[in-house]
């Protein structure tokens, strides 16, 4: 599949001219569509490789969309602008706001595999590409290796079709943190300073839930800052003292042997003498007719990841608390409708969101109303919520282009079943006060947490306790 005539490659160039030559070879091998503008028959496009070049005549010149401009790249440069590999050429669709893109991007550059970027923000077509893709979904990150499409393919995915060597780690660490989000990375600051060598396992984003929050308002230190900037300088500051942060790590399966402990992952297996779970939660859902098919067909769970499909369209959201009302702001923004759907008669969000919601002109609510199914229209996308009212039964159907559901946490402890006690709704247990779990050597932190706050400020104080707690274990 081929999205060069989208995206316009054009050579800048000269019959007479070498590279210009080799160039042409290269976009011709590896079926690479390019229109070749040739300086000595067309003045202006003269006059462009000199403004392209800070009034240098150098040739190739090569424009790759509206805004990116190669002066004469050797053929290794090539390959890495249009993503050619021993398994093909690569093309990845996403967007900079998306957590999973930016966690694909970060494992290809990190293990040195060359990919071509389209950011759908700046090429609008590609939005279309995508859902043609995706069946009617709007799914990124979307590669294309060879003519092959993969749909968000996680890290142990992506080695498999990159033929990317993963071993084992032979090293063994003083603490394994599972997730690196605001507790997980605070606990490895806190760790690494103490001269305690950490790594940290994360399934997804860097950051966590808070990554994936627009705006934080009740950081000490900040009036207000967006999650992605937090969480990047903690995960700066982490990388700083020397913590290793694997992405797209997934742990299946802790075990014990002797004074360490083995940690199963989706990229092989971890050595550590202690571990701090920070694995986080993930959003719940209604669980209503129409809800799983239609998740990616206009169900989402992420107002900050997939919001942006939704410019000017009309939205729902579903939920009464910070989270539903934050989120709702947010899209309010750029929608042109954001309807909120409770299912009580009031919100329990905190009263500073709620005080918010009548000066946005664009928020309608409709209060103590449950969701009882999400409708599809003839392509499979949705098309609207079908609701009651919770005091006269009477049903109806409100119309929208897509609905956003927040309505509280699910924590990420499937593969803790057997090793450290839950609770009932598998939050782990903890000893009163503390972050010590049933298990010695293994501490939580954070929203997987029982009785956790789910802030992140109380999250990166937890991520304190367990630095400590990892530092006492380890003294004994």
Same mark, same amino acid.
């Given at each position: 599949m081929n999205f060069d005539d989208k995206? #316009?490659?054009?050579?800048?160039? *000269?019959?007479?001219?070498?590279?210009?030559?080799?160039a042409k070879a290269f976009f011709k091998e590896n079926q690479i569509e390019y229109k070749f503008v040739d300086v000595d028959l067309d003045q202006a496009a003269t006059k462009k490789v000199e403004q392209l070049n800070k009034g240098k005549r150098i040739i190739p010149t090569i424009e790759v969309g509206p805004s990116q401009t190669y002066t004469n790249p050797d053929n290794a440069q090539l390959s890495e602008i249009f993503g050619?590999?021993?398994?093909?050429?690569?093309?990845?669709?996403?967007? #900079?706001?998306? $957590?999973?893109?930016r966690r694909a991007k970060s494992f290809l550059h990190d293990n040195g595999i060359a990919f071509q970027y389209v950011d759908v923000e700046v090429h609008q077509w590609a939005n279309g590409r995508i859902e043609e893709l995706n069946n009617g979904k709007r799914v990124i990150p979307t590669f294309l290796i060879g003519d092959e499409v993969h749909i968000n393919p996680d890290n142990?995915?992506?080695s498999e079709l990159l033929n990317i060597k993963t071993v084992s780690q032979d090293k063994l660490y003083d603490v394994i943190i599972v997730g690196a989000g605001a507790a997980g990375l605070t606990a490895s600051i806190y760790c690494q300073?103490?001269?305690?060598?950490?790594?940290?396992?994360?399934?997804?984003?860097?950051?966590? #839930? *808070?990554?994936?929050?627009?705006?934080i308002e009740n950081? $000490?230190?900040?009036t207000s800052i967006s999650g992605p900037q937090l969480m990047e300088r903690m995960a700066e500051q982490a990388a700083t003292y020397g913590a290793k942060i694997e992405q797209g790590t997934e742990v299946k399966k802790i075990t014990r042997e002797r004074s360490e402990f083995q940690v199963e992952t989706n990229l092989g297996s971890v050595r550590g003498k202690t571990i701090v779970v920070a694995s986080g939660s993930t959003y719940r859902r209604?669980?209503? $007719?129409?809800?799983?098919?239609?998740?990616?067909?206009?169900?989402?769970?992420?107002?900050?990841?997939?919001? *942006?499909?939704?410019?000017?369209?009309?939205?729902?959201?579903?939920?009464?608390? #910070?989270?539903?009302?934050?989120?709702?702001?947010?899209?309010?923004?750029?929608?042109s409708k954001v309807t909120i759907i409770h299912h009580l008669p009031e919100f329990s969000a905190s009263k500073t969101y709620i005080d918010k919601l009548p000066s946005i002109k664009n928020i309608e609510t409709q209060m103590n109303q449950t969701s009882l199914e999400f409708l599809a229209d003839d392509r499979g996308l949705f098309k609207a919520a079908k609701i009651?009212?919770?005091?006269?039964?009477?049903?109806?159907?409100?119309d929208a282009d897509g609905v956003f559901i927040?309505?509280?946490?699910? $924590?990420?402890?499937?593969?803790?079943?057997?090793?450290?006690?839950?609770?009932?709704?598998n939050f782990i247990a903890t000893e009163c006060g503390t972050v010590q779990t049933s298990v010695d050597g293994i501490f939580a932190a954070g929203d997987c947490r029982q009785g956790a706050l789910a802030q992140v400020a109380a999250a990166t104080g937890e991520g304190v306790m367990a630095s400590y707690g990892v530092r006492r274990f380890l003294s004994q």
């Open positions: 995206i #316009n490659v054009t050579v800048y160039g *000269a019959d007479w001219c070498g590279d210009c030559v080799r050619i590999n021993e398994a093909g050429r690569v093309i990845m669709l996403g967007a #900079n706001w998306c $957590p999973d893109c142990a995915k992506l300073r103490d001269k305690l060598d950490s790594i940290i396992l994360e399934k997804k984003n860097i950051g966590g #839930n *808070a990554f994936l929050t627009e705006k950081y $000490p230190g900040f209604l669980d209503i $007719p129409g809800e799983a098919d239609l998740i990616g067909s206009g169900v989402h769970f992420c107002a900050t990841c997939d919001g *942006a499909f939704y410019r000017e369209k009309e939205v729902l959201v579903i939920g009464g608390g #910070n989270s539903a009302l934050e989120e709702g702001i947010f899209l309010a923004g750029f929608c009651q009212d919770n005091e006269t039964g009477e049903t109806k159907v409100i927040f309505i509280g946490l699910v $924590p990420n402890t499937g593969f803790l079943k057997g090793i450290v006690d839950l609770n009932e709704r």
